[in-house]
């Protein structure tokens, strides 16, 4: 049974997995998700990042990581420094540090052979840290 407050995600997506006791987690009224263990949280409103398309899973992950698209924007606009993936050489990583989030590296893994650019996804890279 979902905790008061949260759907099963299977009622909010198509696609719900293989894992149908996931429980979604509204966003509250003019505030900010807050991650829970094994909660996904969910978008309300459309996630854009200005001439870069969004796959499922980046969008899903920027609410569930509590990360804002402006912090997106902001480290491929001017990346601190940017890589090839090495396994799949269509994909690009660019890295930023994020003064609002201590200082943390932010790593925004993009498709650049596709037009718009494809975000695949979005992450706080604990390895880079005190790095780029």
Do not use: C
């Not at 909660?39 to 920027?62: N, Q, T």
């Not at 940017?82 to 690009?92: G, I, K, N, V």
């Not at 650049?112 to 780029?132: C, L, M, N, Q, S």
Request: charged share 30%; hydrophobic share 35%.
């Amino acid at each position: 049974m979902p905790i008061r407050g949260q759907t099963p995600v299977n009622q909010n997506h198509e696609d719900s997995g293989s894992d149908p006791s996931r429980v979604v987690r509204e966003r509250p009224p003019g505030g900010s998700v807050k991650r829970q263990r094994g909660v996904r949280a969910s978008v309300d409103e459309p996630v854009e990042v200005p001439g870069y398309e969004l796959s499922d899973h980046a969008i899903g992950v920027l609410a569930e990581r509590e990360i804002q698209t402006t912090w997106v924007v902001r480290v491929l606009a001017a990346p601190e420094r940017t890589q090839r993936d090495r396994s799949d050489a269509e994909l690009m990583h660019a890295l930023g540090r994020i003064a609002e989030r201590d200082g943390r590296v932010l790593r925004v893994v993009y498709n650049a052979a596709v037009r718009p650019p494809r975000i695949v996804t979005v992450y706080f890279d604990r390895r880079e840290r005190g790095k780029t």
